[in-house]
C-alpha cells in the first residue's frame, strides 16, 4: 500500500469524445480546451492517465463525453441490475488538465450487476462545490443511456467531503453514500494542519507567522522555520498532541508518526508542507483564511486538568483567526440515506478525527441511525484492501435494500478508541505497524 498523494505526477495524453458507446480507442487525443474554464485542458475520457486507451471489463460497455468542461465514463455490465453508483474522487492538486479515473471498486461493481460513472470535474484544486455539481449531473447524463433505479454515491477523500455534501444538497437523488477516508469534518481538516505546525513550533520554541497574503519570498522562509523546528523538537510531546488532534489515543499511533514524520513532500516534512500559511488558509478556494484555533485547548496527555507544560504550550502556540465564509461547503451532519464510512485510524493525512466530526454533528442532529463507522488498522491515506472495501459497501447495499443496518465501530466512546483491539473487528489482514488482532 502506498499513500495516495495530494498532488498526482502524470503526463496526460487526452481529449473530447461523445457521448456514445466507445470502443477501445487505437490512439490518444491530445488535451482539448475547456469550453467553460479558461486556461484548462480536458484529457481525453477514452484513455486511462498513462496514455493507455481505456478498456472495457468483459461482459460491460462503456460510454464517454464530456459536460459543462467536465469529462465523464460510464460503465455498465451486459447482467445491469438497475442499480448505479456515482463516484467522487479526491484532491488532484491545483493543476490545469482534468481526468476522469475510476473508482476503486469499479471490478466488483461490475461482477455484481451495478453500473459506475465517474466525472473529471471541470476544476482541480479543493473545490468541492464543483464536484458536488459534476458528481451529481452524471445521474442526468447516466438517464440518457438507461434508467436507474437506484443510486449510490461513493467518495474517497475529498471525494468523501463531495459525497456528504452531495446527500444533503440533493437529498432524493441517493439511496445510500459510502464516503471513505473521507474529509467529513469539512474545515475542521485544515484546522488540523494548523494544529499541526502551531504545536510544532511552540514546543520547539521557535517563531512563525501565518500571513494571509504570503509573498513569494515565504515558502523559503518557512522551509527555514521547519528545520529549526525540527532540530529542537521534543518529538514525543508533538506525537502526544497531535494524537489528541487527530482523534484520541488509539492503537498504533507510534508507527502511524512515524510513518508520517518520515515522509516528505514538496522538499518538506509531510506534516508540515500542509501548513495553511503558505496559502493564506485559503486553500486556494477561499476569499479568506478557512482555519481558527482561537479557543483550541492543546493536550498532551488526558488528566483532568492541564499540566505546567500544556499551560505554557497553549498560552505559547500562535493562535490564528478565521476570516473566510465561503469556498469549502459546509457538512451538517444530517445525512438523509444510509451512510457507511471506512477510515484508517493511523491516517495522519486526513485523520480520524474527521470521522469522529461527523458522528459528532449527526448524534447533535438525531441521525446517528444512518451513520455506521469502521476502523481501519492502516497508516496510509486509503490503502484499504480489497476484502475492507467490498464488505462495506456489499453491507451498505443491504442496509439500504433489505433494512439490515450493519455493525460498526464505536468511534466516540474514548475508551473503546484507546483499547488494544481497536480497529480489529473490520480490519483485513495485519499492517506492520499493528500487531495482529487476535
Request: proline share 7%; net charge positive.
Amino acid at each position: 500500500m502506498i499513500v495516495r498523494r495530494a498532488v498526482l505526477a502524470a503526463t496526460l495524453i487526452a481529449g473530447i469524445l461523445t457521448g456514445t458507446p466507445a470502443a477501445a480507442a487505437d490512439t490518444c487525443a491530445a488535451p482539448a480546451p475547456s469550453p467553460t474554464r479558461p486556461g484548462y485542458l480536458i484529457a481525453d475520457p477514452d484513455c486511462d492517465l498513462d496514455g493507455t486507451p481505456f478498456t472495457a471489463l468483459p461482459g460491460a460497455r462503456v460510454h464517454t463525453g464530456v459536460e459543462n468542461g467536465a469529462a465523464w465514463r460510464i460503465e455498465i455490465p451486459r447482467r445491469w441490475n438497475g442499480r448505479l453508483v456515482v463516484y467522487a474522487h479526491g484532491y488532484r492538486g491545483t493543476g490545469t488538465t482534468v481526468h476522469v479515473s475510476d473508482p476503486d471498486l469499479r471490478e466488483h461493481y461490475i461482477d455484481k450487476g451495478f453500473a459506475w460513472a465517474a466525472s473529471s470535474y471541470a476544476t482541480n484544486g479543493y473545490d468541492v462545490d464543483q464536484g458536488v455539481r459534476d458528481t451529481y449531473a452524471l445521474i442526468g447524463v447516466f438517464r440518457r443511456i438507461l434508467r436507474p433505479k437506484l443510486v449510490y454515491i461513493s467518495g474517497a477523500s475529498m471525494g468523501g467531503h463531495v459525497t456528504a455534501v452531495a446527500i444533503e444538497r440533493y437529498p432524493r437523488a441517493f439511496a445510500g453514500a459510502m464516503p471513505y477516508c473521507g474529509v467529513l469534518g469539512d474545515v475542521e481538516l485544515f484546522d488540523y494542519f494548523l494544529d499541526a505546525g502551531v504545536t510544532a513550533a511552540a514546543l520547539a520554541g521557535v517563531g512563525i507567522e501565518f500571513p494571509l497574503r504570503p509573498g513569494a519570498d515565504y515558502p523559503a522562509r518557512w522551509a527555514g522555520q521547519v528545520t529549526r523546528i525540527k532540530a529542537a523538537l521534543t518529538e514525543q510531546a508533538w506525537s502526544d498532541v497531535l494524537e489528541r488532534r487527530s482523534g484520541g489515543e488509539r492503537p498504533g499511533f507510534a508507527g502511524a508518526f512515524g510513518y508520517w514524520d518520515a515522509a516528505s513532500q514538496g522538499g518538506l516534512p509531510f506534516l508540515f508542507s500542509v501548513w495553511p500559511g503558505l496559502s493564506g488558509g485559503t486553500a486556494g478556494i477561499a476569499s479568506g483564511n478557512l482555519t481558527d484555533n482561537r479557543r483550541t485547548v492543546y493536550r498532551i496527555g488526558d488528566t483532568r486538568r492541564l499540566t505546567a507544560a500544556e499551560r505554557e504550550l497553549n498560552a505559547t502556540v500562535l493562535r490564528v483567526g478565521r476570516t473566510a465564509t465561503d469556498g469549502v461547503p459546509r457538512i451538517a451532519g444530517r445525512p438523509p440515506v444510509p451512510v457507511l464510512s471506512l477510515h484508517g485510524i493511523g491516517d495522519l493525512f486526513v485523520p480520524f478525527s474527521m470521522e469522529q466530526e461527523y458522528a459528532r454533528r449527526a448524534a447533535a442532529n438525531g441521525r446517528s441511525h444512518l451513520f455506521v463507522s469502521r476502523a481501519i488498522r492502516d497508516v496510509t491515506h486509503c490503502g484499504f484492501t480489497a476484502g475492507e472495501a467490498t464488505r462495506a459497501f456489499d453491507d451498505l447495499v443491504g442496509w439500504v435494500e433489505r433494512g439490515r443496518r450493519p455493525s460498526g465501530d464505536p468511534i466516540l466512546d474514548r475508551r473503546a478508541v484507546a483499547s488494544p483491539g481497536f480497529g480489529c473487528r473490520f480490519t483485513v489482514g495485519t499492517r506492520p505497524e499493528f500487531p495482529a488482532c487476535r
